[in-house]
């Protein structure tokens, strides 16, 4: 968990490198997560997490932190197999690119992050947060963020390296300052 912290940290002061007269925002956010590929024996979860994005027209660049929560499925045939809970946290950060300026500003972005969980002896992954969205105004100081990511993490293993993903949809209240 210090390690999480400080990475988080690291990226935050990084991102401060690139503010020149722009406008900062942190988001609480909360969504489904859809596992798939060799995670696919979890069920469809939940995820909550928060963002700090440093804005410079039309870029912004993103630290992102969220923990996605799943329920192992119940195997009919394998009784022994018992469900259980399993979160899957990732750390990401990257540029954004806002495709124009309105009320409702649409964006691309393209993250790689750190993705750690315990899963078939492996707990840290490298791997990238590519995503679409949507800013939405309320007013000056709020905003409403909607987003889509694919999370597709590699993993080495005895013969070669695997690629493991996830996708998450996320709804976001952004607070401006």
């Not at 722009?22 to 988001?27: F, I, P, Q, W």
């Amino acid at each position: 968990m210090k390690k999480l912290f400080f990475i988080f940290i690291l990226l935050f002061f990084a991102l401060q490198i690139f503010s020149q007269s722009s406008k900062n925002s942190v988001t609480l956010n909360t969504g489904i997560f859809f596992p798939n590929n060799e995670i696919d024996e979890f069920k469809t979860g939940w995820n909550i997490g928060t963002e700090y994005q440093n804005y410079s027209k039309p870029w912004a660049f993103f630290a992102e932190f969220n923990v996605n929560l799943s329920r192992r499925i119940d195997y009919t045939y394998y009784p022994e197999n018992k469900p259980y809970t399993k979160s899957f946290i990732e750390l990401t950060a990257g540029p954004r690119l806002y495709l124009y300026l309105s009320e409702i500003s649409p964006f691309i972005d393209a993250g790689l992050g750190i993705y750690i969980v315990n899963y078939k002896n492996k707990s840290v992954w490298l791997g990238a947060s590519p995503g679409v969205g949507t800013l939405i105004r309320i007013n000056k100081v709020f905003d409403i963020l909607l987003k889509g990511k694919y999370h597709p993490h590699f993993v080495a293993n005895e013969g070669g390296a695997s690629i493991i993903d996830y996708c998450g949809i996320y709804g976001c209240i952004t607070y401006n300052f």
